[in-house]
């Protein structure tokens, strides 16, 4: 039996004009999952995600993140769990692409020996190491989002989360956060992608979580979903309308 890596209980969570954003959402995540979180915008996607590491936090439920108590252990669920959101250009901070890397090492004041192996690990394994003096500002869509994923890799994460990682990026971008994805997951951490456009990951996943008005209104294996997508709105893959069902959209 795979180990539960995060635990939701009955989660809520009203914004500030009264808003209900999440509505009593239960579920777990078992390590090494690949899931996908569909829905379309406004289903709460974002803000169900928010949680996972504690940028927002409940007005009722728990989430524990390998057992323990998201709101009264910040600092480990955030070592834990690692978000990559939509927009890369908001988590780049660094003048050097190898400073971005270092940064969240730097603050949790590692050693500079050890940062530096580690930066240079990361980045050689993303192909981002012959860039490292360059200012991020220059880096391509699918290269500042690599970057981003490499600021949360040297961190150790188990879980790796994303907001919409495809947003954006032209089909080479594309290909490379999906390559580098697929890879994580298949080192062994788990993940977790919110997206309204599940084409180009869906043949990837384990399990796929459908989202509506704050609500979990489907949660299964993709293929026994796949044909329900259109009616949350969330377009259904053409290898599926054409009858050859889930295809690599990598070939």
């Known amino acids: 039996m795979q180990k539960l890596i995060i635990d939701i209980n009955a989660l809520c969570h009203t914004f500030s004009d009264g808003y209900l954003g999440i509505k009593n959402v239960s579920l777990s995540i078992s390590k090494g999952e690949f899931v996908i979180l569909a829905g379309k915008n406004g289903s709460g996607k974002t803000t169900f995600l928010r949680h996972l590491n504690g940028l927002l936090l409940p007005d009722s439920g728990v989430i524990f993140v390998n057992g323990h108590d998201v709101s009264k252990h910040l600092i480990q669920t955030r070592k834990t769990v690692g978000?990559?959101?939509?927009?890369?250009?908001?988590?780049?901070?660094?003048?050097?692409?190898?400073?971005?890397?270092?940064?969240?090492?730097?603050?949790?004041?590692?050693?500079?020996?050890?940062?530096?192996?580690?930066?240079?690990?990361?980045?050689?394994?993303?192909?981002?190491?012959?860039?490292?003096?360059?200012?991020?500002?220059?880096?391509?869509?699918?290269?500042?989002?690599?970057?981003?994923?490499?600021?949360?890799?040297?961190?150790?994460?188990?879980?790796?989360?994303?907001?919409?990682?495809?947003?954006?990026?032209?089909?080479?971008?594309?290909?490379?956060?999906?390559?580098?994805?697929?890879?994580?997951?298949?080192?062994?951490?788990?993940?977790?992608?919110?997206?309204?456009?599940?084409?180009?990951?869906?043949?990837?996943?384990?399990?796929?979580?459908?989202?509506?008005?704050?609500?979990?209104?489907?949660?299964?294996?993709?293929?026994?979903?796949?044909?329900y997508l259109e009616s949350y709105g969330i377009k259904e893959p053409c290898s599926s309308k054409l009858g050859l069902g889930l295809q690599p959209w990598l070939t």
């Open 83 to 227: 978000m990559v959101f939509q927009d890369a250009d908001t988590q780049i901070v660094g003048d050097t692409v190898f400073d971005e890397a270092a940064f969240g090492l730097e603050n949790l004041k590692v050693k500079r020996s050890k940062i530096n192996e580690k930066v240079t690990q990361v980045l050689e394994d993303l192909n981002l190491f012959h860039l490292k003096n360059r200012s991020p500002s220059t880096l391509s869509g699918g290269e500042k989002r690599k970057l981003a994923i490499a600021g949360i890799l040297v961190m150790n994460p188990e879980v790796i989360v994303f907001d919409e990682p495809f947003s954006n990026l032209d089909y080479p971008g594309t290909i490379q956060v999906l390559s580098t994805i697929i890879n994580l997951n298949r080192s062994g951490h788990t993940i977790i992608i919110a997206t309204h456009d599940v084409e180009t990951i869906i043949s990837e996943a384990t399990r796929i979580i459908i989202m509506e008005e704050g609500l979990v209104k489907e949660d299964g294996k993709p293929d026994s979903l796949i044909k």
